[in-house]
């Protein structure tokens, strides 16, 4: 530091050669959008849910078995405290769930005033996808049991399919628990 120079423009001094150094922010054009959701695995079908309808993710939990409910009905669990429906999501569909009981996950979802956890095969953490591979799929056009929930797909090996649990909790098929 010279003499002549005060704290002040020392600074100044270290911000202009900051800056001429600095590297550029990418533009907007050359930024690419992606999208992200929780994967999961429903028999063979592999699904993708939008990361803000899970709540969660949690292994399988011991439940409460409950009398009068549909066989997709696994009982409630405690999770803190509150009362979670485990759903059977493969039941539900009519498929079997898998026997390796040490991959099932549930996925809580809290959507309104429903909170439920749907049980799965296996959940294999967070995907990424660009926004721009999304293909929109009406309903009827998807080959899945669950063809009501799915929104889109991301194509590739394997085929991600963009499931909605918000779409499902409104669903008049699985709000009718009673046997």
């Known amino acids: 530091m010279t003499e002549s ?37 429903l028999a063979e079908h592999w699904y993708v849910a939008p990361m803000g309808e899970v709540a969660e993710v949690m292994h399988e939990p011991r439940c409460t ?22 759903i059977d999501l493969c039941g539900f569909f009519g498929h079997t769930l898998s026997v390796v009981r040490k991959q099932r996950r549930v996925l809580v979802i809290e959507h309104e005033d429903m909170f439920v956890g749907l049980l799965v095969d296996e959940v294999v953490g967070l995907q990424h996808f660009a926004q721009d591979l999304l293909e929109r799929i009406p309903p009827e056009a998807s080959t899945t049991s669950g063809a009501a929930f799915i929104q889109g797909q991301f194509s590739g090996d394997p085929l991600w399919q963009v499931f909605s649990p918000f779409a499902l909790a409104r669903a008049p098929d699985f709000l009718d628990v009673a046997a």
């Open 65 to 86: 078995l409950m009398p009068g409910v549909k066989p997709w009905v696994r009982g409630v669990a405690n999770l803190r405290g509150r009362l979670l429906p485990v």
């Open 5 to 41: 120079q005060t704290a002040f423009e020392l600074l100044l001094d270290i911000d202009r050669r900051c800056r001429l150094l600095a590297a550029d922010l990418p533009s907007q054009e050359t930024r690419s959008h992606s999208w992200s959701g929780i994967g999961f695995r």
